[in-house]
């Protein structure tokens, strides 16, 4: 056990003094919110001024109504970053659109406008409205067109029906609805938020668990292509130290999910003041109990435990870095089939599904996490899914430490299945 203790303390200090653990663990949570704000400001930045020549072949006025909307900034988009609009409008001539595209492309290349949109005669009648232009793929800008020729086609058939589109409008105004969790002992506040913290802990677990279970089989193959586990096994039992790497790696991992969870806890309590000092609005940030807390880094520790030793038995396997890449994949099969059960459970946390993939070794340690935030979770559900958890990752790491012992020394190429089953059998 001390020969254990000490390979877990030398894995530990090597990986807590490594610059990148401690930027990562430092500069993590804001690296993530950050990758996140931007994301959105990149949405929400994608507007500026777009020029469109609306093409009107409708003969009815219709052209005009799709400027009109184009060019009247939808609330939910004002702001300095909302996409506008400048559209001139012209008749389609007898040829239809064919006979002014040569000039419009023309246009176009000269940078005079960014593109033309074309109205059939028979768009009332349920002909495809054409918009062609350098920015085809904004999905701002045709989100845009979309609802600007949706309205002013739904406003001529109502007119046309004798119905006065600004009166039914009026009825048919959308009625705002909060959504909040309620129960005693799980986390409060609105259904967004909560869906975005459950998402978050489901989705660092996933990461984490990918990362730190890579470093364990590349440190695994580094020390024997380097022939230093040689040297090891000298005085130390393969099992120990195979052990010992995964405890050592995995308690840094804990170190740094305990120091986020530290920081998102204070996030958490103090948000609404810490926005209020930079005069930001506030943000209402969910109430979470500790359950959550004490749920996501136990759930951690057990995936990881139980990853890592997969990935510490292929890299006992592997003889080259190509037969690790290849070895690995069905490991990362089994992470992404759990990473798509997450958006099952953050969509119905109290379905079969959802339920099944909780009991899964392998999926359980994203899905409970997002859980025990979504919905209230009994003691014995709890209880016999992290039991199922851990006693899957003991028997993982019997075997791998099995197929570790021989696979350390074995060089050359790589074992066929029969022999890794015949390792496994061995005493």
Not at 23 to 43: C, D, E, K, R
Not at 50 to 57: L, N
Not at 299 to 323: E, V
Request: hydrophobic share 50%; with cysteine.
């Amino acid at each position: 056990m001390s020969r254990t203790w000490a390979i877990v303390k030398r894995e530990f200090g090597e990986s807590v003094r490594g610059r990148m653990f401690i930027i990562g663990t430092l500069f993590g949570p804001l690296l993530m919110f950050g990758m996140g704000a931007f994301q959105v400001a990149m949405i929400r930045g994608s507007g500026g001024e777009k020029s469109i020549v609306v093409v009107d072949g409708t003969g009815m006025g219709l052209g005009e109504a799709v400027a009109r909307l184009l060019e009247t900034v939808p609330p939910g988009e004002a702001g300095s970053r909302a996409m506008r609009f400048h559209t001139e409008v012209v008749a389609a001539p007898a040829g239809g659109v064919e006979a002014l595209r040569p000039a419009l492309e023309a246009r176009i290349d000269r940078k005079e406008i960014d593109g033309y949109l074309w109205l059939p005669a028979g768009m009332l009648a349920g002909d495809t409205a054409r918009y062609a232009g350098k920015s085809a793929t904004n999905t701002v800008l045709v989100a845009r067109l979309g609802r600007a020729v949706q309205g002013a086609v739904q406003s001529a058939r109502l007119a046309g029906q004798g119905i006065d589109p600004e009166r039914l409008a009026q009825a048919m105004r959308p009625v705002p609805l909060e959504t909040a969790k309620a129960g005693a002992g799980t986390a409060r506040g609105s259904g967004q938020a909560l869906y975005v913290l459950g998402y978050l802990l489901g989705f660092v677990v996933y990461l984490s668990v990918l990362l730190f279970g890579a470093a364990v089989m590349r440190g695994v193959l580094e020390e024997k292509k380097d022939r230093i586990v040689e040297v090891v096994v000298s005085s130390v039992r393969a099992g120990q130290l195979m052990l010992g790497k995964v405890v050592g790696i995995g308690g840094a991992g804990l170190l740094q999910m305990t120091v986020w969870v530290v920081f998102a806890a204070i996030g958490l309590k103090y948000g609404d003041a810490i926005a209020g000092h930079f005069g930001l609005p506030a943000l209402h940030p969910p109430q979470v109990p500790g359950s959550v807390a004490v749920a996501f880094l136990a759930y951690f520790a057990g995936g990881f435990f139980l990853y890592a030793s997969m990935y510490a038995a292929l890299g006992a396997m592997a003889a080259s870095d190509q037969d690790m890449q290849q070895l690995q994949f069905p490991v990362v099969l089994c992470l992404m089939m759990s990473f798509l059960l997450m958006f099952r459970a953050l969509a119905d946390p109290e379905g079969d599904i959802a339920r099944l993939a909780s009991w899964f070794p392998l999926s359980s340690p994203m899905v409970m996490p997002i859980r025990s935030v979504l919905t209230h979770l009994s003691w014995l559900e709890i209880a016999g899914s992290y039991a199922a958890l851990i006693a899957t990752a003991l028997a993982v790491v019997w075997a791998g430490g099995r197929i570790y012992r021989i696979g350390i020394l074995a060089t050359g190429r790589r074992p066929t299945p029969a022999e890794v089953v015949r390792w496994i059998r061995q005493s």
